[in-house]
């Protein structure tokens, strides 16, 4: 899907790259490549991690708080965060050549093959109401998790996307349609950053949000706070801006950042994290604080009692009844 023969070459649409890939290579993302001109993926269900989370963890606060959910990785992304905290995974791209004697790619230190059936049955095994495809980025598998959603849909099990949204509208629709809930990462709120620091594209992932939302997929939003990269006022206030232009109910996840692959700036500063919230608060209806410990407890918008109560990974959500306030009666968006 998404790859076109141009002559010898290959040409990907799956994501804003647009990548042309010639014969014994692969695209930017290190995962979708051309042998002898014809588009192969070979890394199709390849898992390079396989855990049970809390959803909170992905993280995701307003979807079935307190459950569990069964959480694929992959190798491989389109982008190349200079912070990125998984980049031994994510940045295969420095090493993907298909040996075109053998015909092969050394995939075997990246993880172990999965069916999607296999995938089904573990989360079945595991009582997990829910899937996340999640870790590096796991739209350049388009294909398989397409195969796993459908399936997934099937066995009445959620499907969790937790995604960079850096893709194309038409592979992002298509997705989305069998997608229940969503983290979406918003990196920075600079057009230029974006490209010429992370390889991708703010708009394509301002349109993916839009999408979501549009399509009523649940949505929740996660931003890295990293200093000297994206910390500046402005910057998250016009990211604050956007997401209340899309809805103002958006949960907004503010991260510390500490230090990691290429880049090497101090890590968040706390109070300024815990300031960034308290203004954004002002626009967004629910804004939390990740990646250190603080009061990311969900109050109801209209009489202020605690709804979930959180410690650590744990969610109490004995302040709803269903997915009312228990307090006031009144009605959340909280996917229970
Ligand atoms: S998905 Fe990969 S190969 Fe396709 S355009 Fe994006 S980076 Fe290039
Ligand atoms: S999008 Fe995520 S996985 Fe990909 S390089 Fe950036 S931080 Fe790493």
Same mark, same amino acid.
């Given at each position: 899907?998404?790859?076109? +023969? ?9 994501? @804003? ?34 855990? $049970?989370? +809390? #959803? ?24 190349? %965060? +200079? ?43 595991? !009582? ?19 195969? %796993?959603?459908?399936? &997934? ?9 937790? *995604? ?14 069998? *997608? !229940?809930? &969503?983290?979406? !990462? ?10 010429? %620091?992370?390889? =991708? !594209?703010?708009?394509? /992932? ?16 996660? *931003?890295? /706070?990293? +200093? ?17 232009? /899309? ?11 500490? @230090? ?6 101090? @890590?968040?500063?706390? #109070? ?12 967004? *209806?629910? $804004? ?30 004995? =302040? ?6 228990? &307090? ?6 909280? $996917?229970?």
């Amino acid at each position: 899907m998404f790859m076109m +023969p141009d002559g010898e070459n290959v040409r990907c649409d799956l994501c @804003p790259k647009n990548c042309k890939i010639k014969t014994g290579n692969f695209g930017s993302c290190g995962v979708r490549g051309n042998k002898g001109g014809k588009g192969i993926i070979p890394y199709y269900g390849l898992i390079s991690a396989l855990a $049970v989370d +809390p #959803v909170e963890k992905k993280p995701l606060y307003h979807f079935k708080p307190g459950s569990k959910i069964l959480s694929l990785g992959f190798a491989g992304c389109n982008l190349r %965060c +200079p912070f990125c905290q998984n980049w031994q995974i994510s940045q295969i791209n420095q090493r993907s050549q298909i040996n075109q004697r053998s015909q092969k790619t050394d995939i075997s230190d990246l993880g172990r093959r999965m069916q999607s059936g296999e995938i089904i049955s573990a989360a079945l095994r595991q !009582d997990s109401p829910s899937i996340a495809y999640t870790y590096s980025e796991p739209l350049v598998h388009i294909e398989y998790i397409l195969d %796993c959603m459908a399936l &997934a849909r099937r066995h009445g099990i959620a499907n969790v996307l937790v *995604t960079n949204g850096c893709i194309k509208p038409e592979a992002a629709a298509a997705v989305l349609k069998l *997608t !229940d809930a &969503a983290n979406v !990462d918003l990196k920075c709120f600079s057009a230029d950053t974006y490209k010429n %620091c992370l390889g =991708g !594209d703010l708009e394509a /992932v301002l349109d993916f949000i839009r999408l979501c939302r549009k399509m009523n997929v649940h949505i929740e939003i996660t *931003t890295l /706070v990293v +200093p000297d990269l994206n910390d500046s006022r402005e910057e998250l206030d016009a990211a604050a801006d956007f997401i209340a232009s /899309v809805d103002k109910d958006i949960p907004w996840f503010l991260s510390a950042y500490h @230090p990691d692959y290429r880049w090497n700036a101090p @890590p968040t500063d706390p #109070v300024f994290l815990l300031r960034t919230a308290k203004e954004a608060g002002k626009k967004l *209806t629910y $804004v939390y604080t990740g990646n250190f410990s603080s009061d990311n407890n969900t109050h109801c918008a209209s009489c202020g009692a605690v709804l979930v109560k959180r410690r650590g990974y744990n969610a109490d959500t004995s =302040g709803l009844i269903n997915n009312t306030c228990a &307090a006031c009666g009144k009605i959340t968006d909280i $996917v229970i």
